[in-house]
């Protein structure tokens, strides 16, 4: 049994979460279960990003207390355990105590390459992050660009990024540091050729609002946000447990890269500490082919989903009809399509038939116990959870075709045995099938196998036709 640590991006807390994150959560969560189902010692880490001066403004827009603000929109994320079934270990917000000790004890830890100097530039509080010009396109922000650049000049404390270049390359190209798809490590390896600058990680008491972790050694500078953040992964998952675990593996937007597989690589290299294993980089979800935006008024809260179609399904969506690697759309019409296409038509039809045709039958059948197919394993191992997912389906395909060809409910009219004998072959297929989308859909794998060991039929309906 090994140990594996896999762990979502926090989210900044200055709005309610949207479908974005439940894409991220839910892809997170799949891989978690699927590695406990392949009897790994799983520990999933989530939580909030709460110490940005976009959280201060946002509390500061709807007339709140900065701390109000952020444990309200907190709880909103932890309440998506509930809303998308999830399977977290721990969730952590950046506020709490142990979070606060931990980022300090890190900075401590890299305090050789540390220093302070005078600073002059373009800040796009967005990203919470510095800008240089080859950052910008058209001197706007390509992730926020109707947002303006902030021009700020003081003296901060600064990183020596610099020290770290020809390691972090090394890492990296040869997949010590691994970055999935190929297209997102190809991306990193050019920022780095480009050439690493040192980073400023404090801001001033005053420009940070006083809001945020006092910098250990200098009470008038705040550590700059994503200095502590990066740390709620040790801090989450245990120090020790970091250094001892056999895979350590990030789930991360394709937003956030640049600090996931440089900057804080090059902060456990400066600390001493042992570097994640695998960095999976997803792409963005659009609705209805545009940016979610609060100014197009398309950001869609995932229990609006879930409350209409039910949290498996949304799970489904998710995983199945978006890429894995790429941006990936939702629609209402899409999702309805897909749900009944392939939920309520097709996965609950075959369960319903499957098993009335069982139960009316009288069928025997001994179950044993499922391996995982190579197929099924390499999918999620390469972090292609839609072709897991694909994989599955095709399962079902295969049994709805096997109804056709072997026509037991005709059969069972001449041929008893041979009747019994056919949809006992469908039942195995159902059991196989129901342990296989335990990643995926959790609840109605759960359903499906009391159905199978109990010899029931659903008493209504897996998925009703939307």
Known sequence: MKKVFISTAIPYVNAKPHLGFAFEIVLTDALARFYRLDNNETFFLTGTDENSLKNVLAAEEVGMETSDFVDQNAAEFFKLKEVLNLSFDDFIRTTEQRHVDGARELWALCAKDIYKKKYKGLYCVGCEEFKTEKDLINGRCPEHPNNDLQQVEEENYFFRLSNYQKKLKELIESDKLKIIPETRKNEVLSFINQGL????????????????????????????????????????????????????????????????????????????????????????????????????????????????????PLRYYLIREISSFEDGDYSEDKFKNSYNANLANGLGNLVSRVMKMAVDYKVEYKLEKVNLPKEYIEAFGNFNLKKAADFVWGKIGELDKYIQETTPFKTI???ETKAASDVAHLVLGLWEISHLLKPIMPETAEKIIELVENKKTPEKPLFLRK
């Not at 600058?197 to 550590?223: H, K, N």
């Not at 056999?246 to 804080?264: E, P």
């Open 197 to 312: 600058e040192d980073f400023s990680i404090s801001r001033s008491r005053e420009r940070a609002r006083g809001w945020g972790v006092p910098v250990p050694t200098d009470e008038s500078q705040i550590m700059y946000v994503w200095f502590d953040a990066l740390s709620n992964y040790i801090n989450g998952y245990n120090w020790k447990n970091w250094q001892k675990a056999d895979k350590l593996i990030h789930v991360i937007g394709k937003g956030v890269i640049r600090f996931h597989a440089i900057y804080w690589p090059a902060m456990l290299l400066s600390a001493g500490l042992r570097l994640p294993d695998e960095i999976f980089t997803h792409g963005y979800i659009t609705v209805e082919n545009q940016k979610i935006s609060k100014s197009l008024g398309n950001v869609i809260h995932p229990k609006t989903v879930a409350d209409v179609y039910g949290i498996e």
């Open 413 to 415: 009219k001449t041929d």
